[in-house]
């Protein structure tokens, strides 16, 4: 697939454009390490909800996007970042084996339970030679955000733990693995392990915490409507950019988020 490598700033730039400032922050980090990378097609991208990911990262429509969400598919299909758009679960992709070139799999499989099952599923339908790309929030990610560092600090690290557990929580979050045990799946189910580090470094995973908040009003219009709700003066998406472009071109070996990059034999 056709994409720019390595333009942080500017992946972020073009999310501050449809997303809350939190979640433009963590996309254009996790836009900056899969860039990295070279996806040849055919493509699937799994858990694509309504394209938001897809629609910036790709200079043209992927090949394939899925979900399990019918609305996100019908915001995403307006959207059309996607050749086809396909509902269902994945951990039963209703594809033929090795169908596809490369999968890629953006902050998705920590939602799934039983997300072996996904492995195996996107093992069989890539082709030999086949890679899969995917991001995953690490389980120490409620401890590196602002508030429980900053609760930990004051004597309050129980209020901390429990803010972080909240988070994880309100993101469902129910597949969280570390770096080693996610290996531990991708070999076992027969993937060569390429790429496994971590993203998300620790003063750009503060930043999004303390940007919570303003995701509020998108949430809820997601909630009722069916797609955020992103309004921005003018002049906002310059200045954030100003002062948090640096942030997000940092690239620190400690994150709060996985980057692998894997490859079927």
């Known amino acids: 697939m056709s994409h720019q490598p390595g333009a942080r700033s500017g992946y972020f730039q073009a999310y501050l454009r449809i997303a809350p400032l939190s979640l433009a922050l963590w996309r254009a980090a996790e836009a900056g390490a899969v860039s990295l990378v070279s996806l040849p097609r055919p493509l699937l991208d799994l858990g694509c909800g309504f394209g938001e990911f897809g629609g910036v990262f790709f200079d ?147 930043v999004f915490d303390l940007a919570l908040p303003g995701a509020l009003p998108s949430q809820i219009g997601r909630f009722w409507g069916g797609s955020r709700w992103v309004w921005r003066p003018p002049g906002v998406i310059w200045l954030w950019n100003r002062l948090l472009g640096g942030l997000v071109e940092e690239d620190k070996e400690e994150g709060c988020n996985f980057f692998f990059a894997v490859e079927k034999p």
């Open 60 to 206: 043209e429509p992927a090949d394939v996007g899925l979900d399990i969400k019918r609305v996100d598919l019908r915001i995403a299909r307006e959207r059309a970042p996607y050749c086809h758009l396909v509902q269902a679960d994945g951990r039963r992709l209703p594809f033929g084996d090795g169908v596809f070139a490369s999968v890629l799999s953006v902050s998705v499989l920590e939602h799934i339970d039983e997300v072996q099952q996904v492995i195996a599923e996107v093992w069989r339908v890539l082709r030999p030679g086949g890679v899969f790309v995917f991001t995953t929030p690490s389980p120490k990610m409620g401890q590196m955000l602002f508030y429980p560092r900053l609760l930990t600090a004051l004597g309050l690290g129980p209020l901390g733990r429990w803010y972080g557990n909240l988070v994880d929580h309100f993101f469902h979050h129910v597949s969280l693995k570390p770096l080693e045990e996610w290996s531990a799946a991708l070999e076992g189910a027969g993937f060569r392990v390429r790429q496994a580090r971590q993203t998300v470094p620790p003063k750009l995973t503060m």
